[in-house]
Nanobody
Framework: QVQLVESGGGSVQAGGTLKLACAAS????????MAWFRQAPGNEREWVAA???????DYSDSVKRRFTVSRGNANNTLYLQMRNLKLEDTAMYYC?????????????????????WGQGTQVTVSS
């Protein structure tokens, strides 16, 4: 059974940093196609970043050059390092994973259906 558990959310001032983690069980992070999404109240879920099975990342324009997605193979965890946080980054953040191996756009696509989801971790950015 695959389980994804996010952590690392919290409250931070604009310009600050946070690092989210997504610990996986029943799933191999270092070869998986995984992604981060977020959803703010009243908004649709938004794709944020993804890491394909070869470890190549892609980012939405809204977070490019501020967020970094990576994986820790030793602890089977996906990370999202967030820098220079803005008020509009406030949302519930979710990690998601896919079955099988997916590369480049086949993994990165914001429209791709994801097989597994975590429960989310809240990020709140204040001025």
């Amino acid at each position: 059974q695959v389980q994804l558990v996010e952590s690392g959310g919290g409250s931070v001032q604009a310009g600050g940093t946070l690092k989210l983690a997504c610990a996986a069980s029943g799933y191999t992070v270092n070869s998986g196609c995984m992604a981060w999404f977020r959803q703010a109240p009243g908004n649709e879920r938004e794709w944020v970043a993804a890491l394909d099975s070869a470890g190549y990342p892609d980012y939405s324009d809204s977070v490019k050059r501020r967020f970094t997605v990576s994986r820790g193979n030793a602890n089977n965890t996906l990370y999202l390092q967030m820098r220079n946080l803005k008020l509009e980054d406030t949302a519930m953040y979710y990690c998601a994973a896919d079955r099988g191996l997916w590369y480049r756009n086949d993994c990165w696509s914001s429209k791709k259906t994801r097989a597994y989801w975590g429960q989310g971790t809240q990020v709140t950015v204040s001025s």
